[in-house]
C-alpha cells in the first residue's frame, strides 16, 4: 500500500506492506540508520522514534498507522546546525560507550522534556525505560538533568 | 596503616611475554603435564599479558597522511564501547606530534594488511599497543621529518616538528604538505619516545573521538551496514539445545512474497529475499528436522555443575592446605553459585557479504577479525588474501563476538544469489544461540587461626568451559593445560600472607556453548572468594578491611592491592554495620594484574535490594584517558550489579529461555547506583587493564552488605532476598 507522512519535516510517499514495522521503513527503505533494532518485541527501546511527538518503539508500530502523521528520528533531532539539548548535554557528560542503544535513549529523553521540562530523578526512573548493556545509565542521568538545564536556559 | 610508598612506580614490564602467542606461550615449554608444571603454567596464566600479535613495524600499515593534512589511524582493536579508539588517538598524537582533532580512527580492513592476530578482548587492547604505537607513530614522525629534510634540501636534524608542521631553515611544511610529495617512503630506526611527562594528550581526560558521530546517529555498526543492490538473508536456527540440523522442507518458503534463493547447505538451510520482513517470513515457513538429543532441563544441568563432579584441576597450592582442612577441627565450609548469563548485547550478530568470483567482502561487527576472515576463506575455498573483512562498529562486544559463524553464513547465501547479503539475527535467536557465561558452582572451606587471621583456605569452583571450545584457543591448550583459564580467572587466593591455600577448578562440559563473557569467571569467583572472606572476617570479629589487608602479601601486587583497599575504604568513608537502614559492603580483587576495591552502599527497600553509591578504586598501572578509565568502571559496576541481581538463564524442556529482554530481567536506569565515585591509582609505569577488572567485586560487595541490613548471606546470584 501508499503510506505518506513526514519524516524530519520532510514529505515522504512510499510503497510498502503497511503490516511492515515501521523500524524497517526507516532503516531500509529511507535509509536512515540512526534508530535501531535491539529486539523487535518493544522490550529494549533502541529503536524509539517521535510519532506527532511521542516516544514510539518503531519496531512494534505498523508502518500503516504511520499515515499522515509526523514523525522525527534521531537525524533529525537537531534542527539544523545547533544540537538538541538533549545531544548537547549527551556531548558534555560523554555518554556513549558502544553508543548502539544512545539514539533510542535520546530520543526518549527529548519526548519526556517536552512533557516533563525538569524531571526529577524519580520521573527519569519510571520513564526512561530503554536498555544500555554497556551500563551507561549513571551518566545518562546527569545528562538527562543537564539536558533539562540547557533547554530551560534556551526558552 | 601507612606504610611508605616505593621510591619508583612498578614496571609493568616484566610481566608481559614478548615472545608469542598468549597462551600459546604458555604452551611452549615441553613437560607440562605434571601437575607441578601445570600449576605454575597456571600461575603464569594469572598474571602474563599476551603481546599484541599483529605488525608492529610498518608505520605504513598504520597511518596515512592526507594531503588535507588529517592523518588517518588503522585501528586493528575494534571499537566495542571500551574507548580503545581513543586511547589509540591519544598514544598516537603525542608521539606524531599532531592536534588529537587531526587524527581519525578508523576499522583496519584485512585488506589494508594491518590484522591483529589474536582478538579485541580480555582488556588487552590499550596495554598491548602501548609500546608498540607510540613506536610506530614515532618512526613515522621520524619518516615525515626525513623527507620534510629531502624536499627542504636541508639536514633533518636542524628541523624542528611542531604540531604537524616541520620547519627549519626559514621553510615550512605541513604533514599533507609532505606526504603529498613522498613517492617511496623509507622507515628509520625507531627513535626514542618522548617522556611520559610531557605528553600532551596521554593521561588526560580527552572526550571519546566517536562522540559526536554516536549521539548524531551517524555511526555505522555491523547492523547498519549496506552495499549496492543488496538482498536480505535469514537463516534457520535450532532453539533446542545441541539439536543438529538433518533435513528441510522449504515448499512453502520458495513460494512466499520477496523469496528469491532458498539456499540448502550440508548443515543449515537459509533464505535470501528482498526485505528483512520477507526473509524473516519465508525463513519461518521453512520446516526443518532437528536431530534433537536429550530433553535438558535446569536439574540436569545443576547436578552436572557441582564440586566433585568432572576434571579436578589444581590451580594454586602454598603450604598444607588440604591436609588441614581435611582434618582439623573448626572448618568453616560454605558453598555458592552463579547462573547461565546472557550477553544480550543490543546489537545482534549478523554480517553484509558479498562474495564476487574468488573475492569476498564482509562488514562486521567481530571482535576476531582474522579468524572471521579465515572461515569465510575456508568455508568458501577462497584465499584468505581475497577475503576482505571490514569491521563496522561494534554494538556491544562482551566476548559474544569471538566467534562468528555468521559471518561465513552470509557469505554462502551471497555466492548463491550473485549478489550482496544482509543476514542478521533476531533476538530470540540470539538468546537462544548465544555462547553462555558458564554457571558456576563454588565451595569454600577455611580454618581460622592465631589472632583471628585465616589458617587455611581452600576455593574449589565447578564450571562450564570458557576458552576450550573457542576458534582462539589453539588445540593443544587442553591437553596441556587441563583446567580453562577462563572459567578459573579471579579464582585464585590473592590473600597470600595465609600461610596454606589452594585452589581447585573442576571442569565440566555442558551441553550448550559457554564461553567468553566479559570478564569470565571473575565475576562468580570473586562474588564466592570475597563473600567467603567476609563471612570469615564476621566469624573473626574484625573488620572486614582491614581483615583483608593483614592477610596480603608483601610484594608488589600486595602493594598494589592494598592500595586501592585504602583507597575505596577512605573515599566511601568506610564503616562497619548497618546505620539508618543502610549499610556498606566491601570486596576486591585482582585481574589481569589490575587490582579494583568497591564499597558500595546498600539499603533494602519494599523486599527489594537498592544499591545507592558504589566507590570504587582502581590502579590500572596508568591512565592514559581517566574519562574512559572512570567510564569502563561505571559501566563495568552497573553489568555487573545486572547479572548480580537480576539476570538468569534457565534451561526448560530442552530450551534455554527466556529469549527477550524483560523476561531476561537486566538493571535499567532505576537500578543504577545514583553515585558512582572512581578514585584511580597510578602504581605502575605502563597502561594495564581496565575493560574487566571492575566487574569483579561488585556481585560480593552487594551480598555483603546485604547481610549487614538483613542478617541474610545470600549466597547463590543472582542474588534474591528470602
Ligand atoms: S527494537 Fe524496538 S524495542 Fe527493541
Ligand atoms: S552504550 Fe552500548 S548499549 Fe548503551
Redesign the interface.
Known amino acids: 500500500m501508499k503510506i505518506s507522512f513526514y519524516i524530519n519535516g520532510n514529505a515522504h510517499s512510499i510503497e510498502a506492506d503497511g503490516n511492515t514495522p515501521l523500524l524497517w521503513v526507516i532503516r531500509d527503505v529511507l535509509d536512515l540508520k540512526g534508530t535501531k533494532f535491539g529486539c523487535g518485541k518493544a522490550a529494549c527501546g533502541a529503536c524509539t522514534i517521535h510519532v506527532d511527538g511521542e516516544a514510539v518503539r518503531s519496531c512494534s508500530y505498523s508502518a500503516k498507522f504511520a499515515e499522515g502523521k509526523n514523525i522525527t528520528t534521531i537525524e533529525g533531532l537537531s534542527a539544523g546546525d545547533s544540537l538538541h539539548p538533549v545531544q548537547q548535554a549527551w556531548i558534555e557528560e560523554v555518554v556513549p560507550q558502544c553508543g548502539y542503544c544512545q539514539p533510542g535513549f535520546m530520543m526518549a529523553t527529548a519526548a519526556l522534556l517536552e512533557k516533563i521540562p525538569n524531571p526529577t530523578d524519580q520521573d527519569i526512573d519510571d520513564n526512561i525505560v530503554n536498555i544500555c548493556r554497556c551500563g551507561t545509565y549513571y551518566r545518562m542521568r546527569k545528562a538527562i538533568h543537564r539536558a533539562a538545564e540547557i533547554k530551560n536556559a534556551n526558552i | 596503616m601507612s606504610e611508605s610508598k616505593p621510591k619508583k612506580k612498578f614496571s609493568r614490564r616484566k610481566f608481559i611475554i614478548r615472545s608469542a602467542v598468549g597462551v600459546g606461550v604458555l604452551l611452549g615449554t615441553g613437560y607440562v603435564t605434571r601437575p607441578v608444571w601445570r600449576r605454575s603454567l597456571a600461575e603464569m596464566a594469572n598474571s602474563a599479558e599476551a603481546p599484541y600479535l599483529g605488525d608492529t613495524e610498518s608505520p605504513l600499515l598504520w597511518f596515512e597522511v592526507s594531503a588535507e593534512n588529517q592523518v588517518v589511524l588503522y585501528s586493528p582493536k575494534v571499537e ?4 580503545t579508539f581513543t586511547g589509540l588517538a591519544q598514544i598516537a598524537a603525542d608521539e606524531l606530534e599532531v592536534d588529537i582533532n587531526k587524527i581519525k580512527v578508523v576499522h583496519a580492513p584485512t585488506a589494508s594488511g594491518n590484522i591483529d592476530g589474536m582478538s579485541t578482548g580480555g582488556s588487552t587492547s590499550i596495554s598491548s599497543l602501548w609500546q608498540p604505537l607510540r613506536e610506530l607513530a614515532a618512526t613515522m614522525r621520524e619518516m615525515l621529518k626525513n623527507e620534510a629534510a629531502r624536499i627542504m634540501e636541508t639536514d633533518a636534524a636542524a628541523l624542528t616538528v611542531k604540531e604537524g608542521v616541520v620547519s627549519g631553515n626559514g621553510q615550512t611544511l605541513t604533514y599533507g604538505e609532505i606526504a603529498k610529495q613522498v613517492k617511496e617512503w623509507n622507515i628509520p630506526d625507531t627513535p626514542p619516545l618522548k617522556d611520559v611527562k610531557s605528553y600532551k594528550f596521554i593521561g588526560k581526560p580527552i ?2 573521538v ?3 558521530d ?8 555491523g ?2 551496514a ?1 552495499m549496492p543492490d543488496m538482498l536480505y538473508g535469514a537463516v534457520a536456527r535450532p532453539s533446542s539445545i545441541g539439536a543438529k540440523y538433518v533435513s528441510a522442507d522449504t515448499s512453502r518458503a520458495e513460494k512466499m512474497p520477496g523469496v528469491v534463493k532458498v539456499v540448502r547447505e550440508k548443515d543449515f538451510v537459509g533464505v535470501v529475499a528482498r ?3 520477507e526473509a524473516e517470513n519465508a525463513k519461518n515457513a521453512i520446516i526443518v528436522t532437528w536431530d534433537t538429543g536429550k530433553n535438558w532441563q535446569s536439574e540436569d544441568i545443576e547436578e552436572m555443575i557441582r564440586v566433585g563432579k568432572g576434571e579436578p584441576y589444581v590451580i594454586q597450592k602454598a603450604g598444607r592446605a588440604k591436609r588441614i582442612l581435611d582434618n582439623e577441627e573448626e572448618v568453616f565450609t560454605a558453598e555458592y553459585k552463579s547462573p547461565v548469563g546472557a550477553h ?5 550478530n549478523g554480517a553484509v557479504a558479498y562474495v564476487e568470483g574468488d573475492k569476498a567482502t564482509v562488514i562486521i561487527s567481530t571482535q576476531v577479525v582474522n579468524i572471521t576472515r579465515n572461515e569465510v576463506a575456508e568455508r568458501l575455498g577462497l584465499e584468505k588474501e581475497n577475503v576482505n573483512i571490514i569491521p563496522a ?6 566476548g559474544r563476538r569471538l566467534h562468528t559463524p555468521n559471518a561465513m553464513q552470509a557469505a554462502v547465501l551471497s555466492k548463491a544469489v550473485g549478489k550482496p547479503v544482509k543476514c ?1 539475527f ?2 530470540q535467536e540470539e538468546f537462544q544461540n548465544d555462547t553462555f557465561r558458564p554457571p558456576t558452582h563454588h565451595v569454600l572451606r577455611a580454618k581460622l587461626g592465631a589472632g583471628g587471621l585465616i589458617k587455611a583456605i581452600e576455593h574449589n569452583v565447578s564450571s562450564g568451559d570458557v576458552m576450550y571450545g573457542s576458534p582462539m584457543v589453539p588445540a593443544l591448550a587442553e591437553p596441556i593445560l587441563g583446567a580453562d583459564v577462563g572459567a578459573w580467572r579471579g579464582g585464585m587466593i590473592q590473600y597470600r600472607k595465609i600461610p596454606n591455600y589452594r585452589a581447585v577448578s573442576w571442569r565440566v562440559k555442558l551441553p550448550f556453548a559457554t564461553s567468553w563473557w566479559r570478564s569470565l569467571g571473575l565475576l562468580a569467583n570473586t562474588f564466592a572468594i570475597e563473600s567467603f572472606m567476609d563471612e570469615l572476617a564476621i566469624k573473626a570479629g574484625k573488620d572486614p578491611v582491614q581483615f583483608r589487608l593483614d592477610q596480603i602479601q608483601e610484594d608488589e601486587a600486595g602493594y598494589r592491592l592494598k592500595e586501592v583497599i585504602r583507597a575505596a575504604a577512605q573515599k566511601a568513608g568506610w564503616r562497619d554495620g548497618a546505620h539508618n537502614g543502610r549499610a556498606m559492603g566491601f570486596a576486591a580483587s585482582t585481574d589481569a594484574n589490575t587490582p579494583c576495591a568497591h564499597v558500595v552502599e546498600v539499603s533494602v527497600e519494599d523486599g527489594e535490594i537498592r544499591v545507592h553509591k558504589v566507590t570504587c578504586a582502581i590502579d590500572p598501572g596508568f591512565a592514559v584517558n581517566p ?1 574512559q578509565v572512570r ?1 569502563q568502571c ?6 555487573g550489579l ?1 547479572a548480580a541481581m537480576f539476570e538468569k538463564m534457565t534451561v526448560k524442556d530442552g530450551q534455554l529461555t527466556p529469549t ?3 523476561p531476561y530481567k ?9 553515585e ?1 565515585d572512581v578514585v584511580i591509582l597510578e602504581n605502575a609505569d605502563a597502561p594495564g587493564a581496565v575493560g574487566e577488572p571492575p566487574l569483579g567485586p561488585i556481585g560480593a560487595a552487594i551480598a555483603n552488605a546485604v547481610f549487614r541490613i538483613t542478617g541474610q548471606r545470600l549466597r547463590e546470584m543472582p542474588l534474591q532476598l528470602a
Open positions: 566495542m564501547g571500551q574507548g572526550p571519546r566517536d562522540l559526536a554516536k549521539v548524531a546517529g551517524a555511526s555505522i555498526f547492523m547498519d549496506a526485505s528483512r520482513m544480550a548485547q543490543l546489537e545482534p562498529y561494534l554494538g556491544g562486544g562482551f542478521f533476531n533476538r574519562d567510564a561505571e559501566g563495568c559496576i552497573i553489568m545486572s527477550i529482554y524483560g537486566m538493571a535499567l536506569m532505576k537500578h543504577a547506583p545514583k558512582i
